[in-house]
């Protein structure tokens, strides 16, 4: 087929795509049938289709599969123990009087949990319990709706479980490369949440509560318990573990320290029940993972297209690139063409194939939009959705809450980016 031909083809497909994301139908449908047109279109053979391209696509996921597995029943673990409840609570004793300083405590223990944690299940029974205790000291809704899922999107930015989807899409780049960047956009996304919380409330009825009045479940969990949350992403950095065995010793660990193996049948059955809520919780999203790669998969046997057509517009200079990023990071928002949940995936081959930019620089990149945008605020996120459904939260408020401060978070970051490793 013409290649002109094709990239017309490609591009009519591409926007018919999002539009079909956009009013929310099947995306695991989307993605197959997405992977065989473009396949199609791109003059892949049958066979191909067939061999290279959807079963390739699916079996090369297995170590990101299980490895999301694991840190969904990593999540169960911590909640069935205890140790979630019990650092939540522990956390507004702290905060004491100050309305303003329990919210940013409750944020940071959410941050720190999902550095390790994974699913919407475990992200909904940590939100039942913050939440009512953020809206009982009077914070609005919209409020602290959306400074809980941004403070999940700032653990995700560290989340092993996270990071090996990603780096499916970009060839080169290791974890140990990503901790240069990812901790202090971590910081940075942070401190935007806080000020959002503190012009949020700098008007507001918020007051002070005790851990009594807000019919908080007790602290069963032993303090020194509470560095559970962070082992597993620990024992990856510095000791160069693989998560999955690190999550099997904090799981262990969680069972140990909160005195569950005195009595062994207890912690049999806890553990059978974080089995099999923690892959119930991941099993439709896996297989949306798995039609992604497919996509991803079928991409790549396009690259000598998308190098043709796109090749000569594609900004050259990294600083052109990373401001590109950081002010067009909305379009990610719906499984958009910057995310790597959605059509993104498209745009993030392109970009990777054709071999201008430094995965170095690249991948950290374009995890901002990814991460700080479609992550953290897009309703279409399973726990954003159902955050905003729990608080009954027009996505109009939602927006006018969250937006201006990731869309900021996306323009630093990205500018941070550029002067790490684009000017290298």
């Known amino acids: 087929m013409n290649t002109a031909l094709a990239g017309v083809l490609l591009a009519i497909t591409f926007v018919a795509f999002i539009i079909y994301l956009i009013k929310g139908y099947n995306m695991i449908l989307g993605f197959l049938v997405m992977a065989i047109i473009w396949s199609i279109i791109g003059g892949v053979p049958y066979l191909n289709i067939v061999n290279s391209v959807v079963a390739f696509g699916v079996t090369s996921y297995g170590n990101t599969g299980f490895t999301i597995i694991f840190g969904s029943l990593f999540g169960q673990t911590l909640m069935r123990t205890g140790i979630t409840s019990s650092i939540i609570r522990r956390a507004v004793e702290l905060g004491g009087d100050r309305p303003l300083v329990?919210?940013?405590?409750?944020?940071?223990?959410?941050?720190?949990?999902?550095?390790?944690?994974?699913?919407?299940?475990?992200?909904?029974?940590?939100?039942?319990?913050?939440?009512?205790?953020l809206f009982a000291m009077g914070v609005r809704k919209e409020l602290a709706v959306g400074a809980y899922i941004m403070s999940i999107g700032t653990g995700i930015m560290l989340n092993m479980v996270h990071f090996s989807q990603l780096m499916?899409?970009?060839e080169g780049y290791s974890f140990e490369q990503y901790l240069r960047f990812g901790p202090i956009a971590m910081v940075i996304n942070q401190v935007f949440i806080f000020m959002m919380l503190a012009f949020g409330l700098r008007k507001g009825k918020a007051r002070a509560m005790s851990a009594a009045e807000l019919n908080l479940p007790e602290a069963t969990a032993p303090v020194y318990s509470f560095i559970v949350p962070i082992v597993p992403i620990l024992m990856a950095i510095f000791m160069r573990w693989h998560i999955i065995p690190a999550f099997m010793v904090a799981m262990f660990l969680a069972l140990l320290?909160?005195?569950?193996?005195?009595k062994p049948k207890e912690a049999f059955s806890l553990t059978m029940e974080s089995v099999y809520n923690g892959v119930a919780d991941v099993g439709m999203l896996i297989i949306t993972l798995l039609m992604i790669n497919v996509f991803q998969t079928s991409a790549g046997h396009l690259q000598h297209?998308?190098?043709?057509?796109?090749?000569?517009?594609?900004p050259r200079s990294t600083l052109a690139l990373a401001l590109i990023v950081g002010?067009?990071?909305?379009?990610?928002?719906?499984?958009?063409?910057?995310?790597f949940w959605g059509t993104g995936v498209a745009t993030i081959s392109v970009l990777a194939g054709l071999g201008i930019f430094n995965p170095a620089f690249l991948f950290p990149l374009m995890c901002i939009p990814t991460n700080f945008m479609a992550t953290a605020i897009c309703p279409t996120q399973g726990w954003n959705a159902w955050a905003l459904n729990y608080g009954k939260i027009p996505i109009k408020d939602h927006f006018k809450t969250t937006f201006i401060w990731a869309w900021l978070t996306c323009i630093v970051t990205a500018l941070l980016c550029y002067f790490m490793f684009g000017m290298l």
């Open 327 to 339: 002010i067009m990071a909305p379009v990610s928002l719906f499984r958009g063409p910057l995310s």
């Open 305 to 314: 297209i998308f190098s043709e057509l796109l090749g000569p517009i594609m």
């Open 257 to 262: 320290l909160t005195g569950k193996f005195k």
């Open 168 to 170: 499916t899409l970009i």
């Open 102 to 133: 329990v919210s940013v405590l409750l944020c940071l223990i959410t941050a720190a949990i999902f550095t390790s944690s994974f699913g919407s299940g475990v992200a909904s029974a940590i939100g039942i319990i913050i939440l009512p205790l």
